[in-house]
């Protein structure tokens, strides 16, 4: 008798499995004459060698699938199982909008003109500059932009860095160790990396650098190649931050910077860099600037009379 075995190297195997091994049990329903066995992060298989061939064929299909969509149900199974050449599921992905899949394959897009305008830059720039109010989506399609990035192996890490003052709050009296301090100015970028990879393979990401989130003090003397970095929050640097930022720029690098001119938590007579930087390189060819208005606002809807309303306030003002 024949063995094989199969790596689940690429994907988190439990998620390969399914709940109480379910999309096992579907294999061993379409591959009745072979005995499989899943255990920690392989899959073993025994029977005759054609059939096992098929098998490991139809596998790195369901691998191929999981990694791009991040979910695998029993339809997906019986159609891989059954096609005659690897069927086509990336229709999605051929429209304008479409980003990437994140968790339970759900369809991450650019929801707005101006998010499709960022997502159109950011393949023929190599830095962009997202500039609006909150709940425009700046952060949130900056992160799947990195995201599928990653995944497509145009770069080989993800770095995700924002100032850590604001609101007038220092680090120093903060509770707790460096992680502790710096997390709850990193949750937004948490937040949507969650929603775009799978808890596990976050972690080992996190764990082997693949993705570090930092604050903005830590990229000094960096340089940074192979990487999609984003400023986050940028309206909180100072000029000599904005500065040291955009120059660690490396080989194979893309710089995306974010941020609410309209939010800054500087203190009083300090310059912010972002609006700095914007004035100083409007006109340079590799850099494109998009602003995101009201109107990509995609929070709940009272987020947008929410806007309007402090506008007027202040134009009063």
Known sequence: MNEIKIELSEVNPQDFFGHQNINIEKLRYYFPKLKIIARGSAIKAFGKESILEDFEKRVDMLITYLGEFNNLNEQVIERVVYASSPPNFNSSSDKDNFILHGVGGKMIKALSNNQQRLLKASKNNDMIFAIGP??????????????KALKDKQVKRIILTRPAIEAGENLGFLPGDLKEKLDPYMQPLYDALRDMIPNEKLKTHIENETIQIAPLAFMRGRTLDNAFVILDEAQNTTHAQMKMFLTRMGRNAKFMVTGDPGQIDLPRKVISGLKEALLMLKETEGISIISLDQKDVIRHSLVK??????????HHN
Request: proline share 0%; hydrophobic share 40%; net charge positive.
């Open 134 to 147: 909150a709940g425009t989506g700046k952060t949130y399609t900056g992160v799947a932009l990195a995201v």
């Open 305 to 314: 009379k929410v806007i309007d309303a402090y506008k007027r306030i202040e």
